[in-house]
Nanobody, 125 residues
Framework: QLQLVESGGGLVQSGGSLTLSCVAS????????IGWFRQAPGKEREGVAC????????SLSDSVKGRFTVSKNNNNGTAYLQMNNLKPEDTAEYFC??????????????????WGQGTQVTVSS
């Protein structure tokens, strides 16, 4: 059974940093693309970053480009979202998602078929 568990969220001041982790069980990251999404209250869930399964190629949304980095460690089955220079508008529930595929990832939430339960990130001004 595929399972994703996020951790690392919390309260941080504007300009601060957090690293989110997404631990995968029941499958390997070298055969699954990973996406990171966030959802603020009253807003749609939006894709912020993703990483390919085979070549580790990444993609970031314009709103986080230059501040966030997505990576993974296939050996320990964990994907990461490093978030720097956080802003109050980054406040949201953050989710990781997975899909069995090799050479692409997607910012579209409908493309993924397994989801974690989320971790809250709150950035104070």
């Amino acid at each position: 059974q595929l399972q994703l568990v996020e951790s690392g969220g919390g309260l941080v001041q504007s300009g601060g940093s957090l690293t989110l982790s997404c631990v995968a069980s029941g499958f390997t990251l070298d055969r699954h693309a990973i996406g990171w999404f966030r959802q603020a209250p009253g807003k749609e869930r939006e894709g912020v970053a993703c990483i390919n399964a085979i070549d580790g190629k990444t993609s970031l949304s314009d709103s986080v480009k230059g501040r966030f980095t997505v990576s993974k460690n296939n050996n320990n089955g964990t994907a990461y979202l490093q978030m720097n220079n956080l802003k109050p508008e980054d406040t949201a529930e953050y989710f990781c998602a997975a899909r069995h595929t090799s050479f692409r990832c997607s910012p579209s939430r409908s493309w993924y078929d397994s989801w974690g339960q989320g971790t809250q990130v709150t950035v104070s001004s």
